[in-house]
């Protein structure tokens, strides 16, 4: 069973940076694509990041490219969001998400119904 939980999220400056953490609970993280979506209010889920079950493939949203890093542990269970040169755009609630078939088809990484746990969210917010 999939049990995420978000942390890092909080109020910066622009041009400011912050890490998120996800880190689960389950005993099978490392078989695990994982992504990070966001969401601003009144405004869909998008996707920002995402990486396959051993961090040798990552694909990212041309809007944090070059920005944002997506990484993981799984010795910690744990997937990582690094977000650096922070926009006023990018103020939304993050959210980790898993994909427990372990698969990382480009067709189809960006799409919030390829995975089927959620974390809570976590909010980021950036001043201007």
């Known amino acids: 069973q999939v049990q995420l939980v978000e942390s890092g999220g909080g109020l910066v400056q622009a041009g400011g940076s912050l890490r998120l953490s996800c880190t689960d609970s389950?005993?099978?993280?490392?078989?695990?694509?994982m992504g990070w979506f966001r969401q601003a209010p009144g405004k869909e889920r998008q996707f920002v990041a995402a990486?396959?079950?051993?961090?040798?493939?990552?694909r990212y949203a041309d809007s944090v490219k070059g920005r944002f890093t997506i990484s993981r542990d799984n010795a910690k269970n744990t997937v990582y969001l690094q977000m650096n040169s922070l926009k006023p755009e990018d103020t939304a609630v993050y959210y980790c998400?898993?994909?427990?078939?372990?698969?990382?088809?480009?067709?189809?990484?960006?799409?919030?119904?390829?995975?089927?746990?959620w974390g809570q969210g976590t909010q980021v917010t950036v001043s201007s």
């Open positions: 998400a898993a994909d427990t078939s372990g698969s990382f088809d480009s067709s189809n990484y960006a799409y919030t119904w390829k995975y089927d746990g």
């Open positions: 389950g005993r099978t993280f490392r078989n695990y694509a």
């Open positions: 990486l396959n079950w051993i961090g040798s493939s990552v």
